[in-house]
């Protein structure tokens, strides 16, 4: 039993006696006061319990705290069983980011090594481009070929014909 349990047990002992006087003094606590219904917002009014023992009295009370603790209990059961599952569901969520953020790495990874045989690749393409032949050199040799008209020279079988025919003449 806790100290306010405690307290509240005490105080309505007082006033079921009759007593609002401790030790001869009156009860200035601010707890007994809310239990008195002159402070706080929720009031304990009872109808007085004539003909009734000071003891039955006490029961009676004990019985209605009992019962509004066990009301507390159980809502602070359900507050827990509620925390909980929020809990669960909030870890179940970070796993899940988590995996989420793992493959998203993994992805990344992927892609710059993607990126690092494309720029390889560019490399080597932009080595071969060097070492073609450039657009000027080509038309020097276009001109070269124009001027020697490669097409206008004598194949093999054209000169032997050229000479037999020669030799048949003479």
Do not use: H
Not at 44 to 50: A, G, S, V
Not at 66 to 94: F, G, P
Request: aromatic share 8%; no cysteine; glycine share 6%.
């Amino acid at each position: 039993m806790n100290i306010k349990t405690q307290r509240l047990i005490y105080y309505a002992r007082q006033v079921l006696l009759g007593d609002e006087k401790l030790d001869g003094k009156p009860i200035n606590d601010p707890f007994y006061q809310e239990f008195r219904g002159r402070g706080g917002q929720e009031t304990i009014t009872r109808p007085p319990m004539k003909g009734v023992s000071g003891q039955d009295k006490l029961s009676k009370l004990i019985g209605e705290v009992s019962s509004n603790l066990r009301i507390l209990e159980d809502r602070y059961s359900n507050l827990r069983k509620k925390t909980q599952l929020t809990d669960q569901a909030l870890l179940e969520t970070q796993r899940q980011f988590f995996k989420e953020k793992r493959i998203i790495a993994e992805e990344i990874v992927e892609i710059k090594m993607k990126l690092s045989e494309l720029a390889e690749e560019l490399g080597v393409m932009s080595a071969e481009l060097k070492s073609a032949v450039k657009q000027n050199d080509f038309k020097v040799i276009e001109k070269y070929l124009d001027m020697w008209e490669p097409m206008q020279f004598l194949t093999r079988k054209e000169a032997e014909e050229i000479i037999e025919d020669s030799m048949g003449e003479e």
